[in-house]
């Protein structure tokens, strides 16, 4: 599954994608990019509301928001293979002013992700 940078309704980045998941702002609408390079999968934080499907060679969009700041655990919801039940994540959700500080602090993990087309 791949997961575009947090966005917000402006299309302002509004966080990044670490090794666990995404990094967001607390109380904030942030709206979130998903695909697949492979089979269906189908993005799920259950605590932050809905779910979205990301299908290969389609961008779907779903808007979630953490009230507070937390670690709010998400999963792979739809079965999608022989690695389906390690298909975890976590949505790091900080204060709009600590944000920057957290995300200077975070490994560089591969290419950075933009939001754009995956492919």
């Not at 791949?2 to 966005?7: F, K, T």
């Not at 917000?8 to 670490?18: E, F, K, P, T």
């Not at 389609?58 to 928001?65: A, F, G, M, W």
């Amino acid at each position: 599954m791949a997961l575009g940078s947090p966005l917000s309704g402006d299309g302002a980045a509004a966080g990044a994608v670490g090794q666990c998941g995404p990094y967001t702002p607390a109380g904030v609408p942030v709206k979130f990019r998903v695909s697949s390079p492979d089979v269906i999968h189908s993005f799920w934080v259950p605590r932050l509301g809905g779910k979205v499907d990301a299908v290969p060679g389609r961008i779907n969009e779903v808007r979630l928001q953490a009230d507070r700041p937390g670690i709010y655990r998400g999963l792979c919801a739809e079965f999608c293979g022989a690695g389906h039940a390690q298909m975890m994540l976590e949505v790091h959700a900080h204060e709009a002013s600590e944000l920057a500080r957290v995300l200077a602090t975070l490994p560089q993990v591969g290419t950075p992700i933009d939001g754009g087309d995956p492919q």
